[in-house]
Nanobody, 120 residues
Framework: QVQLVESGGGGVQAGGSLRLSCAASGSIFSINAMDWYLQAPGKQRELVATIILSNNDKMYADSVKGRFTISRDNAKNTVYLQMNSLKPEDTAVYYC?????????????WGQGTQVTVSS
């Protein structure tokens, strides 16, 4: 089992910044990637950013490239999403996600979500 706990959401004006954190605990030894997703009201959850833990490769959705940065702190088992130049359309619940195995099967794990609201 893996537990993911997010923090750092809130309200900000357009052009502002927020940093989200996702702390992982439990059976994290098999994790090789972590992601951030967002879900806007009435829409499907969509991938925002991914970090590959083995080589630190990072991938971003086109909508956030150049504005958002995903990073990690191995000592704290924490992944961050630095969000700059925020736009009203970034308003959503943001979820941390990963996949891990118990040696038999892989499972998806999600955090509880953190609300980000960007006002114009």
């Amino acid at each position: 089992q893996v537990q993911l706990v997010e923090s750092g959401g809130g309200g900000v004006q357009a052009g502002g910044s927020l940093r989200l954190s996702c702390a992982a605990s439990g059976s994290i030894f098999s994790i090789n990637a972590m992601d951030w997703y967002l879900q806007a009201p009435g829409k499907q959850r969509e991938l925002v950013a991914t970090i590959i833990l083995s080589n630190n490769d990072k991938m971003y959705a086109d909508s956030v490239k150049g504005r958002f940065t995903i990073s990690r702190d191995n000592a704290k088992n924490t992944v961050y999403l630095q969000m700059n130049s925020l736009k009203p359309e970034d308003t959503a619940v943001y979820y941390c996600h990963t996949r891990a195995t118990n040696g038999i099967r892989w499972s998806d794990y999600w955090g509880q979500g953190t609300q980000v609201t960007v006002s114009s």
